[in-house]
């Protein structure tokens, strides 16, 4: 089993910029992937961001590629996600997820989910 446990949501004006952060525990040695989805208000739940966790390999949703980025600290197992450039279509609760499998953008490559943490943007 894996907990992931995310921090650093809350609210900001647009153009603002958050740090999210997600540290991982228990069997995290087998770890290929983690990375972020969202879901905002009556949206479905969306990627985000992923980042292969030997490699450092990055990947970005359309919508947020050159405003976010994803990376790790392996002495921690912490991944994090900054966000800049903020939009207040990018308000949504943020899940951290982790894969011992593949990487893809799809919500059931992934094995593990974060409790969710809420950004919320202001126009």
């Known amino acids: 089993q894996v907990q992931l446990v995310e921090s650093g949501g809350g609210w900001v004006q647009s153009g603002g910029s958050l740090q999210l952060s997600c540290a991982a525990s228990g069997r995290t040695a087998s770890t290929y992937a983690m990375g972020w989805f969202r879901q905002g208000p009556e949206k479905e739940r969306e990627f985000v961001a992923l980042i292969i966790w030997n490699e450092g390999t990055r990947y970005y949703a359309h919508s947020v590629e050159g405003r976010f980025i994803i990376d790790k600290d392996n002495a921690k197992n912490t991944v994090y996600l900054q966000m800049n450039d903020l939009k207040p279509e990018d308000t949504a609760v943020y899940y951290c997820?982790?894969?011992?499998?593949?990487?893809?953008?799809?919500?059931?490559?992934?094995?593990?989910w974060g409790q969710g943490t809420q950004v919320t943007v202001s126009s």
């Open positions: 997820t982790q894969t011992n499998r593949r990487a893809g953008t799809r919500a059931d490559d992934y094995d593990y």
